[in-house]
């Protein structure tokens, strides 16, 4: 069982940057590959980036693609976003995901775990 907690979120000025970490418990956090979504209000849940087990291969959303930066540190079980350049659109409930072994999906049905969420809120 793998529990992830997100951290970081708040309120940013259009233009500004935040910080997401999310930390995982469990001794096999070396062997997910790592996720982030958000879900707008009213909308469906997006993928943002994701990450493989070793950190060499990942992968962005169009939308978020030169501006977010998806990283890990697998001996503090962590994995972070980076967000500049914010925009209003930006604004969202960001979740962190695990996936069972070591394959990168944008695909958020092939995630194992969840955490409870982070609100992002970017003004104006």
């Known amino acids: 069982q793998v529990q992830l907690v997100e951290s970081g979120g708040g309120l940013v000025q259009a233009g500004g940057s935040l910080r997401l970490s999310c930390a995982a418990s469990g001794r096999t956090f070396n062997y997910y590959a790592m996720g982030w979504f958000r879900q707008a209000p009213g909308k469906e849940r997006e993928f943002v980036a994701a990450i493989n087990w070793r950190g060499g291969n990942t992968y962005y959303a169009e939308s978020v693609k030169g501006r977010f930066t998806i990283s890990r540190d697998n001996a503090k079980n962590t994995v972070y976003l980076q967000m500049n350049s914010l925009k209003p659109e930006d604004t969202a409930v960001y979740y962190c995901?695990?996936?069972?072994?070591?394959?990168?999906?944008?695909?958020?049905?092939?995630?194992?775990?969840w955490g409870r969420g982070t609100q992002v809120t970017v003004s104006s």
């Open positions: 995901a695990g996936k069972v072994g070591p394959g990168v999906t944008t695909e958020a049905r092939w995630y194992n775990y």
